[in-house]
């Protein structure tokens, strides 16, 4: 209530300045806003991958500027034992690992899950593996799975268990279960931490309700944790399919697709046809045949385990 | 159905004393409602009889039977949960089914136990949904559904009304009494709202602290409330608590106002005053009181009153205008007046 109404402070009408009516402008800042975003998606991710897609259907090779061969490439790679058993690598060690991983990663998340002493010092701890660079890990375990210094063999011939040496890497077989026990212990972490995080969304009154309810442990699990925990498994088994599908750096580095191209993944194949090959196009078609089995993976995951009705709020009949 | 009885029991948390030996024995089909701030451990106290915290000292039966170290399982109890811990992922129907399927009851059955409870419920075309496509109220009735089809010994229920609105609150708090009435189990019922325990109540046991300030029915709390906790705790508006003390025949306050005490006072002494708002009366030869606030709410009028040194709520059936400051003389009724001893603040006499 003032008392007279000329002291009423009122603010001034300003005239903006066309600078600031131009930033007021929405068409305007749609565009400088997804301009920069745009820009780097497709300089650094549509440009790569198109030209990669494009090298696969010439005969490119290292100096030399190809010509557009239409699928030679895949004809040759078709009629090419080392490309399908790399295939038969790359989908047998993403299965079996991912298997392993989300086994040992749910239970370890179970178990972090529960009241522990010194419980933020061990998920510490549990991050290690995935926090060192995969290269480090990798020169670790190719120590490790050493012919001559292994230090797994020395611990058993110490224990007297063995007499010789264990051969980790140096057959087909070995070299894959050694493979994958690197890529199982590397992709822990990442699984159990982001479980973790989806246990701890779910409600203890629930728990307590199945309890009530008559629910013994391993029923609470299979009616309560489990189903609750599908979407986030969902989202998280896809990123690990896609990481382990496409892994290179430990192969490369402990195998390198070794021994007689035994251990091939599609990746490191692509790598050694391409560069260390010179073989550009080729190398190229190998990367592209990995395109149908990421979209497949990725369209299974995502339809089949993530989409739940009770999440969507939408009627159900 | 089976009687409950909780005896010295005690309550721990490492070092933390949460309950300090607390008795009641239920009857029989009562409806017994724990009420108290929040803190005071009533909460602890139901997830005791549940079995979902460990009886730190003490017993309590359910029935005959001693469950210290019965599994909540088998105590054949209920509980609604205060965020009603429905199954996301389940329909209504699998939701209360989901004990029985966790026993092995067969198809028919279910159907049978759970259409009974859901026509007993009005949840009869609900049974389909998922709990996040129901409203505050139905998602309620489903978690009391849930109960009901356990056909349990006793029903808990944990601050079931709090997260619905006003309105809501009003309409299940006697759709719960009226459950009870029909189905005679008897009930728990945890609440920090005085007016839930008044109106649903036949044994309202009042805590603090983790002890019980008093137990009995709603009305005999509110006539005879043993010490000030309960006085100021059970009423709403609540009860007006004036300092000061006897000489003469009369309760001095401070400010120098003498009031009239109730038959039976002491003669002297340091006591706590207290009157509840709806027994001061409109009196022309009263108490000399001014009015400082005016709040009419229709069915009575609330005033709040300037009397010596003391400002007083006074609730009145007729309609009061009048400016702030002008006189309106009121008296207590000496019968409903309470007297506290100060020290102790339990009731006098």
Sequence with gaps: MSVTAAETWRPRATQQGWLSRLFDNK???IVMCLAPAIGLLMVFLTYPLGLGVWLAFTDTTIGQRGIYVGLENFEFLFGDPIFWNAIFFSVFYTGVATVGKFGLGLWLAL????????????RAIILLPWIVPTVLSAIAFWWIYDPQFSIISWVFIELGLRETNIDFINTAWPARWSLIAANIWRGIPFVAISLLAGLQTISPSLYEAAMLDGATAWQRFRFVTFPMLLPILAIVMTFSIIFTFTDFQLVYAITRGGPVNSTHLLATLAFQRGIPGGQ????????????PFLVFATLFSYFALARRKWQQGESND | MATV???????????????HGVSVAIEDGQFVVLVGPSGCGKSTLLRMLAGLENITGGEIAIGERVVNNVPPKDRDIAMVFQNYALYPHMTVFQNMAFSMKLAGAPKDVMEREVQKAARILGLEQLLHRFPRQLSGGQRQRVAMGRAIVRNPQ???????????????RVQMRSEIKELHQRLKVTTVYVTHDQIEAMTM?????VMNHGRIEQAGAPLELYDRPANLFVAGFIGSPAMNMLEGHIADGAFHAAGGVRWPLPPGAPTSGEVIYGIRPEHLHLDPGGLPASIQVIEPTGSETQVLLRIGDASL???FRERISGAPGSALPVSPDISLVHLFDKKTGQRIP
């Design chain 1, 111 to 122: 178990l972090l899950n529960n009241h522990l002493p010194f419980k933020s010092f061990l």
């Design chain 2, 5 to 19: 009885d909780i005896r010295e029991v005690r309550k721990a948390f490492g070092s933390t004393q949460i309950l």
């Design chain 1, 280 to 291: 550009l196009g080729e190398g190229a078609a190998i990367a592209v045949a990995m395109i």
């Design chain 2, 201 to 205: 109540a036949d044994l309202i046991v």
């Design chain 2, 154 to 168: 006793v029903f808990l229920f944990d601050e079931p009304l709090s997260n619905l609105d006003a309105k809501l």
């Design chain 1, 27 to 29: 068409a305007f800042l």
């Design chain 2, 313 to 315: 709520l006074g609730a």
